[in-house]
């Protein structure tokens, strides 16, 4: 007679063997826990792969929770969480396929399994496991409910897009639906069979960011890099995603754009050019030399921003949602007579002073950009020559004058309020940057160490 160990063993090998079987077949991956290393601040999850029969691939189900974050400890989360790992991995070694029809599956093992579970299981923290997984909810039997153990890239994207409306500017939200579109082109493009969000990997990631670094430059990759860590750690946090694996992208060292400054025959050489060829640009120009704004804030302005009885101007600036600046006479009375003109108008548009223009703010700034591209190839200025190095200029040469009568303290003072900067540390860093705070000549110096 056998007794019960040979029964055990023997049962061990038929189980062993079937599940060996159904492996071969390779259509799911082993269900794993996701415990984010023990953070019970996130929601934990066990989670596994079925081969779609459409497409061949890989493809992640539904995460499975069945309540488990309602528990504070983590060893009652392990608990409950290893028990629905053990019976979903049960379930799919009995036949469950969540692409095929489990009716049979569900008459002859469902209402068992659930007695089961009930009668016999007791979590740690004496909570019921009436919340034990009910495989029915991970059948899909539409294409509604296919549709939904996944989230398509597009999908995906659009859904963290709206979700950082209101944390981000409209010119960052602008630059992040650009460099997602881009993304998305590229995909279709390289990997047309790559439908769904988890399907991305590390390595696709990579050879995009590689592709741009070869058209463009090392700062563009990382500003790629940049938004898609931000968009994909938004997904993590909403468990779109698993985990957002571009944070383990290492950034890559760049070049900083130069905004070489000119001198001063430079500068009138271009001032007169335009006068003579593009008076529009020469105006939009000297809003940012002798206001000091960037070009992408003299685009912002509408004709109401310029207050004519006070002399000043508001804007959206870098750092605040509004500033006022004065606008000094060496620009204010060059401006033309804006009484006439609609309040609501963009101030600077292609064309003329003063008028609608139905277009982004970046292709706004693009466009002048672009205007003065023309001008500086045909002038023979180099590419480090830009519009932004009109405010390192005119800043550098109002401070040498200030200096002229002013200690160098007095003189950063009374800049730090023409320039907007918020903090002496932030403009002495600027004025380094620029190279604007050079020393005084110091050849009297060489002179006494060689009388010594």
Same mark, same amino acid.
């Given at each position: 007679?056998?007794?019960?160990?040979?029964?055990?063993?023997?049962?061990?090998?038929?189980?062993?063997?079937?599940?060996?079987?159904?492996?071969?077949?390779?259509?799911?991956?082993?269900?794993?826990?996701?415990?984010?290393?023990?953070?019970?601040?996130?929601?934990?999850?066990?989670?596994?792969?079925?081969?779609?029969?459409?497409?061949?691939?890989?493809?992640?189900?539904?995460?499975?929770?069945?309540?488990?974050?309602?528990?504070?400890?983590?060893?009652?989360?392990?608990?409950?969480?290893?028990?629905?790992?053990?019976?979903?991995?049960?379930?799919?070694?009995?036949?469950? #396929?969540?692409?095929?029809? !489990?009716?049979?599956?569900?008459? *002859?093992?469902? /209402?068992?399994?659930?007695?089961?579970? %009930? $009668?016999?299981?007791?979590?740690?923290?004496?909570?019921?496991?009436?919340?034990?997984?009910?495989?029915?909810?991970?059948?899909?039997?539409?294409?509604?409910?296919?549709?939904?153990?996944?989230?398509?890239?597009?999908?995906?994207?659009?859904?963290?897009?709206?979700?950082?409306?209101?944390?981000?500017?409209?010119?960052?939200?602008?630059?992040?639906?650009?460099?997602?579109?881009?993304?998305?082109?590229?995909?279709?493009?390289?990997?047309?069979?790559?439908?769904?969000?988890?399907?991305?990997?590390?390595?696709?990631?990579?050879?995009?960011?590689?592709?741009?670094?070869?058209?463009?430059?090392?700062?563009?990759?990382?500003?790629?890099?940049?938004?898609?860590?931000?968009?994909?750690?938004?997904?993590?946090?909403? #468990?779109?995603?698993?985990? !957002?694996?571009?944070?383990?992208? *290492?950034?890559? /060292?760049?070049?900083?754009?130069?905004? %070489? $400054?000119?001198?001063?025959?430079?500068?009138?050489?271009?001032?007169?050019?335009?006068?003579?060829?593009?008076?529009?640009?020469?105006?939009?120009?000297?809003?940012?030399?002798?206001?000091?704004?960037?070009?992408?804030?003299?685009?912002?302005?509408?004709?109401?921003?310029?207050?004519?009885?006070?002399?000043?101007?508001?804007y959206t600036s870098k750092t605040k949602n509004l500033a006022i600046k004065l606008i000094p006479d060496i620009l204010f009375n060059q401006l033309p007579d804006l009484s006439l003109l609609d309040p609501?108008?963009?101030?600077?548009?292609?064309?003329?002073?003063?008028?609608?223009?139905?277009?982004?703010?970046?292709?706004?700034?693009?466009?002048?950009?672009?205007?003065?591209?023309?001008?500086?190839?045909?002038?023979?200025?180099?590419?480090?020559?830009?519009?932004?190095?009109?405010?390192?200029?005119?800043?550098?040469?109002?401070?040498?004058?200030?200096?002229?009568?002013?200690?160098?303290?007095?003189?950063?003072?009374?800049?730090?309020?023409?320039?907007?900067?918020?903090?002496?540390?932030?403009?002495?860093?600027?004025?380094?940057?620029?190279?604007?705070?050079?020393?005084?000549?110091?050849?009297?110096?060489?002179?006494?160490?060689?009388?010594?």
């Open positions: 007679m056998q007794n019960i160990q040979q029964l055990v063993i023997l049962e061990h090998i038929n189980e062993h063997n079937f599940e060996h079987r159904l492996r071969q077949n390779n259509k799911f991956t082993t269900p794993k826990i996701n415990d984010f290393n023990g953070d019970l601040k996130k929601r934990w999850y066990v989670y596994f792969y079925y081969r779609n029969p459409a497409t061949g691939r890989m493809q992640r189900m539904n995460n499975i929770y069945g309540g488990v974050n309602r528990l504070k400890t983590k060893s009652a989360r392990y608990a409950l969480l290893k028990l629905y790992m053990s019976r979903l991995e049960h379930f799919l070694n009995l036949g469950y #396929d969540p692409f095929g029809n !489990n009716d049979e599956l569900h008459s *002859k093992y469902l /209402k068992k399994e659930k007695e089961e579970i %009930k $009668t016999n299981t007791t979590v740690s923290s004496g909570q019921s496991n009436s919340e034990s997984i009910n495989i029915g909810a991970l059948q899909p039997n539409s294409e509604d409910k296919r549709e939904a153990q996944s989230i398509s890239i597009e999908k995906a994207f659009k859904k963290a897009i709206e979700l950082k409306q209101n944390v981000v500017g409209k010119k960052t939200l602008e630059d992040y639906n650009a460099r997602l579109n881009s993304l998305q082109r590229w995909f279709k493009k390289e990997y047309k069979s790559i439908v769904y969000i988890h399907e991305i990997q590390k390595s696709h990631i990579v050879k995009y960011l590689n592709q741009v670094l070869l058209n463009s430059s090392a700062r563009n990759r990382n500003n790629y890099r940049t938004v898609f860590s931000s968009i994909f750690q938004l997904l993590e946090d909403n #468990d779109i995603i698993e985990r !957002n694996f571009i944070k383990s992208i *290492k950034q890559i /060292k760049s070049k900083p754009k130069r905004h %070489k $400054t000119y001198s001063d025959k430079e500068q009138e050489r271009i001032f007169q050019h335009l006068e003579e060829n593009d008076p529009i640009l020469l105006l939009f120009i000297k809003f940012i030399s002798y206001n000091f704004l960037r070009p992408v804030e003299v685009c912002r302005l509408k004709v109401k921003d310029i207050n004519l009885e006070e002399q000043t101007l508001q609501n108008d963009f101030l600077f548009t292609p064309k003329k002073i003063g008028g609608k223009w139905n277009a982004s703010e970046i292709n706004r700034r693009t466009n002048f950009s672009k205007r003065f591209k023309k001008v500086k190839e045909e002038l023979g200025f180099s590419e480090d020559h830009t519009l932004y190095s009109f405010r390192h200029t005119f800043i550098t040469r109002l401070y040498k004058s200030i200096k002229e009568t002013k200690s160098p303290f007095e003189a950063k003072s009374m800049l730090m309020q023409i320039t907007g900067h918020e903090t002496m540390e932030a403009l002495v860093k600027y004025l380094r940057d620029i190279n604007a705070e050079l020393p005084n000549d110091y050849s009297d110096y060489f002179k006494l160490s060689q009388n010594k």
